[in-house]
């Protein structure tokens, strides 16, 4: 429980922000790359329709993702720490090793790109509104602008460029909370370096995972990340449209 706590923790962490600034970024070259004024205006036109669709879509993971994501976590994490006893000793070693072994399992569950399915649709159609029940009785029947982000977004997530950098951003990001637990646990006179049996060890994990999904102002995790050059660079070439051109 307390493993796929984090996990899921993580996952959540760092694919949301992912997801949201690349996002972001796609939107900014796409109004950036729309200096025709004649454009200019269509996009506005569409603007509003977009923005509702993106809210449509907002509550997916929560609405359609969560509870398959969750029951994979369980069923990883339990193939993994399968046989290990409650009075086992894990130092830091062996800590780090079990949460990246639990997130690489995860990671390569199923099809190549499985866990993008957790957060979006592959089909960007699920996002479109219906009938509107408002006086304007239509909805603006453009949305092509919507649906090339959609399709972008897909795109960078599934390349090999992005992958390295969730490898990279997971790694550094478990190396952090390892560092954390340590400095915690020897702030009460333990030691994680020398060993902990996995019964102290979970009750400390569970205490870490609200820092974990504390908002991207306040998240130590995401600060890190945001500072490692491999994740700078990639959104530099983002957002100069070189990853999906």
Same mark, same amino acid.
């Given at each position: ?5 984090? &996990? ?89 090793? &079990? ?44 949305? &092509? ?101």
């Amino acid at each position: 429980m307390c493993y796929s706590a984090l &996990t899921l923790s993580l996952f959540l962490l760092f694919s949301l922000y992912f997801v949201e600034n690349i996002l972001f970024s796609l939107c900014l070259h796409s109004t950036s790359s729309n200096t025709n004024e004649e454009e200019q205006e269509n996009v506005d036109l569409i603007d509003r329709d977009d923005q509702q669709n993106f809210l449509a879509g907002a509550d997916f993971l929560a609405n359609n993702g969560l509870l398959a994501l969750i029951s994979n976590i369980q069923a990883v994490v339990t193939e993994v720490i399968e046989g290990k006893k409650l009075i086992d000793l894990f130092n830091t070693t062996s800590f780090h090793e &079990t949460v990246m072994q639990i997130l690489d399992k995860f990671m390569s569950v199923g099809s190549l790109h499985q866990w993008i399915d957790y957060l979006m649709p592959e089909d960007s159609g699920h996002y479109k509104l219906g009938t509107s029940s408002s006086i304007d009785d239509t909805v603006l029947p453009n949305s &092509t602008n919507f649906d090339q982000l959609m399709v972008e977004a897909r795109t960078v997530l599934s390349s090999a460029e992005f992958g390295k950098i969730m490898g990279i951003s997971l790694k550094v990001a478990v190396d952090a909370l390892v560092e954390d637990m340590e400095a915690q646990c020897q702030s009460t006179g333990a030691s994680l370096t020398s060993g902990m049996p996995l019964a102290k060890l979970l009750s400390r994990v569970m205490q870490m995972v609200p820092s974990l999904l504390r908002e991207a102002s306040q998240n130590q995790f995401i600060k890190i990340i945001r500072t490692v050059p491999e994740v700078e660079l990639f959104f530099t070439l983002l957002y100069a449209n070189n990853l999906v051109d």
